[in-house]
């Protein structure tokens, strides 16, 4: 890492800290602490910008380093939002160094095939299941955990003698992750996992149940080594939001039962009801039991099966995809301090030279009614191209705010205007 680039990096590392001691920003905070808290008010919305980082990212970076470059882009991520965008996303006040950390299904690492195209994201697995009856002996192979503390504790340092005279450097944790159907495609296919159902439903069980124990040992290794952190703030759930809440502790030794978890099922869509509950649900429950908040869903239209879904304990938001019925949710979420987790169509954003105003405007104004009542946030994920143009995104954003001044307030109340 050259002067230069050091040179660069600190002065990101005081643009990101200005921008989180903005007075904006200290107001979006508060917001995001008053849905934790389960108090209606304005409507939180944001953009993820992972899907089509590199539009994000062009004519920005400097660095050539590895190292730095890293660094560069987590800087710059942290507040481009803030100033392209002017959405909710919070910065934060602090460079957070996540623990790498992960478990490995049943102690193999799966092969995955890329596409051959240059810029495409498309990939495959090699599934190491073919017929479950027969392949029974691969899932009774035992998981293995991987924290890479080293690598992390020398990053963290790096960071420190680079920046942290500006900006904090400290280690951070986002909402722990329970992928099951997402692991059993990985393993078998879509189609291979449904047959399995039908043809193997002992064989199954037992996939899912062991899926289930090795997550909760996992877990509870991260646990008994010291490594969880707290999750109340401006860290990562996987549905796109932020884990801003009091009702978990903000420091001390921290538990599973203290942390945000997210769970989806979005693999499972097609399956009826009946199946998801008798081979799905147990151990979604299990698992979900262990977290001290939940976050559930992600593309699946979570309708069908919320005669389930309500069950998980210290569920505190649901994804509303837009393969869900908006209105059905809107009344089931209404006043229950459960938010309403909307994620939108990409199409809008992601489509077209130019923005459709008047669709968007429809779209948004459903949205707004069929949430009245309830928490709402919004998440626009998915979106793999804004056609270069930043100031898309950003009157993505004053259209759904304006669309919705007045639609969603409390009755009796005024209703707080966006940043």
Not at 174 to 194: C, K, R
Not at 258 to 264: A, E, K, P, T, V
Not at 277 to 285: K, Q, S, T, V
Not at 361 to 366: L, P, Q, S, T, V
Request: glycine share 6%.
């Amino acid at each position: 890492m050259t002067q230069q680039e050091k040179n660069i990096l600190r002065e990101l590392a005081q643009k990101q800290l200005d921008y989180a001691r903005s007075d904006k920003n200290q107001e979006r905070i508060r917001v995001w602490k008053e849905h934790g808290a389960g108090k209606l008010s304005r409507p939180l919305v944001s953009i993820e910008i992972d899907s089509f980082e590199g539009e994000v990212l062009e004519g920005r970076m400097r660095c050539t380093s590895p190292d730095a470059r890293r660094m560069e882009r987590r800087l710059l991520r942290s507040f481009l939002n803030a100033e392209l965008f002017d959405d909710d996303w919070v910065v934060p006040d602090y460079y957070g160094i996540a623990l790498d950390s992960r478990m490995i299904l049943f102690g193999r690492e799966l092969e995955r095939v890329k596409s051959a195209e240059a810029d495409s994201i498309a990939y495959q697995y090699k599934h190491p299941i073919t017929d479950l009856g027969q392949d029974i002996a691969l899932v009774r192979q035992p998981s293995v955990h991987h924290e890479y503390l080293k690598e992390c504790e020398a990053y963290q340092a790096l960071a420190q003698d680079t920046f942290g005279d500006i900006l904090p450097v400290r280690r951070h944790m986002n909402a722990l992750y329970a992928p099951f159907s997402q692991q059993v495609v990985h393993w078998m296919g879509t189609e291979n996992m449904f047959y399995a159902m039908y043809d193997y439903p002992d064989e199954f069980h037992e996939m899912m149940n062991r899926i289930a124990d090795d997550l909760i040992a996992y877990f509870d290794d991260l646990e008994k080594a010291g490594l969880l952190l707290p999750t109340t703030g401006c860290t990562r759930l996987w549905q796109g939001s932020l884990c801003f809440t009091d009702a978990l502790p903000a420091s001390g030794p921290i538990a599973v039962k203290d942390c945000w978890g997210s769970m989806d099922a979005q693999e499972s869509v097609g399956l009826s009801p009946k199946m998801y509950g008798e081979f799905i649900f147990p151990y979604y429950m299990r698992v979900a039991a262990r977290f001290g908040g939940l976050s559930y869903g992600c593309c699946e239209g979570v309708d069908p099966v919320w005669e389930y879904v309500r069950q998980l304990p210290n569920l505190r938001k649901v994804s509303i995809s837009p393969w869900c019925n908006e209105e059905f949710m809107g009344e089931q979420l209404k006043r229950t301090g459960i938010t309403y987790l909307r994620k939108p169509s990409p199409n809008y954003l992601g489509m077209g030279t130019t923005l459709d105003e008047d669709a968007l405007k429809a779209h948004f104004e459903r949205t707004a009614r069929a949430a009245q009542g309830c928490l709402l946030e919004v998440a626009q994920r998915d979106v793999y191209t804004v056609n270069h143009d930043m100031s898309r995104p950003r009157r993505y954003i004053e259209l759904l705010r304006a669309r919705w001044i007045n639609i969603i307030a409390p009755k009796g109340k005024k209703q707080r205007r966006g940043n």
